[in-house]
């Protein structure tokens, strides 16, 4: 059995089996997510998370379809961790809430929003960047691929993928 890191997924039964009642879930839902994409409600929001991956598993995030260059926006306040540029994820975002209990990645971006430095701070709907095709992306897909994961042990970047959708109260807007 093996467990997912950011932009990974998850191998075991019980990857994402995080809900309203437990611990992480009720913490969570506390944290009042907003839809990161602009003008996506959470009802537009599709079921990608346990999309099957080949033999590697499940998906363990949700992909946003949005014109390219739609804001993506901060759905929490928090922090920024990393700024990162990969094969897969293409131009990415790292950031943490502010108990840094939790890890959001945000993947494919066109580019960063103004202002967007590691260790900055973000407030829910504060644009950090827009929708994309970097990395693995097809470019006539462009979306946001978004992960949630309970920050795993030794504070990395990595985590427990929970499906994010439950804990959408809000829909995306820019501040």
């Given at each position: 059995m093996?467990?997912?890191l950011a932009g990974a997924v998850c191998?075991?039964?019980?990857?994402a089996l995080v809900h309203r009642g437990t611990p992480a879930g009720d913490a969570l839902r506390a944290r009042r997510?907003?839809?990161?994409?602009a003008g996506v409600s959470p009802a537009d929001v599709p079921d990608t998370f346990r999309a099957r991956r080949g033999w590697r598993g499940i998906h363990g995030a949700v992909d946003i379809v949005a014109p390219r260059g739609t804001p993506v926006v901060s759905a929490d306040d928090g922090r920024v961790l990393r700024l990162r540029r990969n094969?897969?994820?293409g131009i990415t975002?790292?950031?943490?809430?502010?108990?840094?209990?939790?890890i959001y990645y945000y993947a494919h971006l066109q580019a960063y929003g103004r202002g967007i430095t590691p260790g900055c701070r973000l407030v829910r709907g504060q644009v950090i960047g827009f929708v994309g095709t970097t990395g693995n992306a097809a470019?006539?897909?462009?979306?946001l691929h978004f992960q949630v994961m309970v920050r795993?042990?030794?504070?990395?970047?990595?985590g427990e993928p929970i499906d994010p959708r439950p804990f959408f109260v809000s829909g995306g807007r820019a501040r």
């Open positions: 093996r467990r997912a191998l075991t039964a019980a990857c997510l907003m839809v990161p994409v094969r897969k994820g975002l790292y950031a943490t809430d502010p108990t840094q209990r939790f470019w006539r897909e462009p979306h795993g042990r030794g504070r990395r970047l990595g």
